[in-house]
Each structure stands twice: as structure tokens, then as C-alpha cells.
């Protein structure tokens, strides 16, 4: 009986592994091999942002293979307290940068490069 419990809970695993090494190499060969940075525009304006924020940041790092991917959060009205807290993922991330809605083209422009 815990031989077979165990055989199970083996087979599950080598599954899970299976499923994401097939899903690593369709998402390698259907995604096109080019240059252009790709930018998340994510518009934050509620006390959600910090979750937002993050599901977006953890998106990015889960693409391993995009490496040009960047975050764009705009502040629409975000208190002081959740600015602070975006702003310090922002730091701690590398890949985002937060910007109030007038500044959005001219820092739209400075990201694309």
C-alpha cells in the first residue's frame, strides 16, 4: 500500500515536470525571435495596485525567454502610502518604472529607446 502511495506521488511529480518542459518548448518556438522590447502598460488607480503590480512582475520573470519585456505603471490616482509601496517594487524588480498620467508619453518614449 505506501509503495503504491509513493509510486503516485513519484509519477505525479515527473508529470508536472513533463507538462513544463513541453510548455517551455512550444512557448521557445512560437514565440517570434525579435529585437523590439515589449512594454506592459498596467494603469493603477485602486488599493489593489500592490497586487497588481506584483502579479504583472511575476508574469515577467516567469517568461524566462523575454528578456525585452518591460512594466509601465501609471499612477491614476494611487494614495501616497500605495505610491511608496509601488515604488519600492518598482526598485526592488529592475523591470518597472511608475509614472503619473501626464508624464506617460515622455516616459513612454525614454522606454521604448
Do not use: W
Not at 34 to 52: F, G, N, S, Y
Not at 58 to 79: M, P, W
Amino acid at each position: 500500500m505506501f509503495e503504491t502511495i509513493l509510486y503516485l506521488i513519484i509519477l505525479f511529480f515527473a508529470l508536472i515536470g513533463v507538462v513544463d518542459i513541453i510548455q517551455t518548448v512550444v512557448l521557445r518556438l512560437l514565440i517570434p525571435k525579435t529585437q523590439a522590447r515589449q512594454i506592459v502598460l498596467l494603469m493603477l488607480k485602486t488599493d489593489d495596485a500592490e497586487v497588481a503590480l506584483r502579479h504583472a512582475v511575476e508574469k515577467t520573470r516567469a517568461a524566462r525567454f523575454s528578456k525585452r519585456e518591460y512594466i509601465l505603471a501609471v499612477d491614476c490616482g494611487l494614495s501616497a502610502e500605495m505610491l511608496e509601496v509601488c515604488r519600492k517594487l518598482s526598485q526592488d524588480s529592475g523591470c518597472v518604472a511608475i509614472c503619473k498620467k501626464d508624464e506617460l508619453l515622455p516616459v513612454l518614449e525614454n522606454v521604448a529607446g
